[in-house]
């Protein structure tokens, strides 16, 4: 499928899936190929480091509660608020996402290698799918990213449940994806997914590039 896109030329592969999918274990298997990975939330993290101007303007909003005591953005309390009223969310999505997407852009202006890959939760529901030529999704059954959620994060089944409930249906993301991973097998299966990934991306990349 080809998307429109901007700002890159490098051929960039967009890795996304729900939470508990497995997106990182993927993601460390490109970076072992030499891959670039960008990561969306390290460059939503980064949107909101203390003197930020997106950091100002969410204290404005939400008050002082909304940092931790050392001027770090209090992510717990800002979750809580945004899950409680959608307009909220709304707001903070619309301050933060051109910044994230800046920040993105100019990570993605630094590879090397034939192809990049842009690892983000959220790059189907936001306008993050137009920064890269092709989707791969990681996918496991809900019962799987419950179990594997609960265990890694130490939350609830209620918790994660919610999480879950906020994202993307599963089913509309296999639609929307180019290439479905499987992941609901040992390391080993996705190791020998990935190599076999790689190669299919560096030929669609060396037509891209070409």
Same mark, same amino acid.
């Given at each position: 499928?080809?998307? #429109?896109?901007?700002g890159?030329?490098?051929? *960039?592969? !967009? ?10 274990a993927?993601? /460390?298997?490109?970076?072992?190929? !030499? ?6 939330d $390290? ?6 480091? #203390? !003197? ?6 969410i204290?404005?909003?939400? +008050?002082g509660?909304?940092l931790? *005591? @050392?001027?770090t953005?209090?992510?717990? =309390?800002?979750?809580q608020k945004?899950? /409680?009223? #959608? ?6 999505e619309?301050?933060? =996402?051109?910044?994230i $997407?800046?920040?993105?852009?100019? %990570?993605? +202006?630094?590879? *090397? +290698? ?5 690892e ?8 993050q799918?137009?920064l890269? @030529?092709?989707?791969?999704?990681? @996918?496991v #059954? ?10 890694r @994060? ?7 449940r /919610?999480?879950?409930? %906020? $994202? ?7 639609d ?8 609901? !097998? ?5 190791t020998?997914?990935v190599? $076999?990934?790689?190669?299919y991306?560096?030929?669609?990349? %060396?037509?891209?590039?070409?």
């Open positions: 499928m080809t998307r #429109p896109h901007s890159k030329t490098v051929f *960039t592969v !967009g890795l996304t899936g729900g939470i508990g999918s497995g997106k990182s993927v993601a /460390a298997e490109f970076r072992k190929l !030499g891959i670039l990975v960008v990561d969306a $390290q460059a939503a993290r980064q949107a909101v480091l #203390p !003197g930020s101007e997106a950091l100002e303007h204290v404005e909003r939400f +008050g509660d909304a931790h *005591t @050392d001027g953005l209090n992510r717990a =309390h800002l979750r945004i899950f /409680a009223d #959608p307009t909220q969310r709304q707001w903070l619309a301050l933060l =996402h051109p910044i $997407q800046q920040l993105i852009l100019e %990570s993605l +202006g630094h590879a *090397t +290698g034939s192809y990049a890959v842009l983000s939760p959220l790059l189907l529901e936001t306008n799918h137009t890269v @030529d092709r989707v791969l999704l990681v @996918d #059954p809900e019962s799987l990213q419950l179990s594997r959620a609960c265990q @994060d130490n939350d609830s089944e209620t918790q994660i /919610a999480i879950i409930d %906020s $994202q993307m249906a599963r089913q509309k993301r296999r929307l994806a180019d290439d479905v991973l499987d992941n609901s !097998g040992p390391i080993g299966d996705l020998d997914a190599a $076999q990934l790689h190669q991306y560096l030929t669609l990349a %060396s037509r891209h590039n070409s």
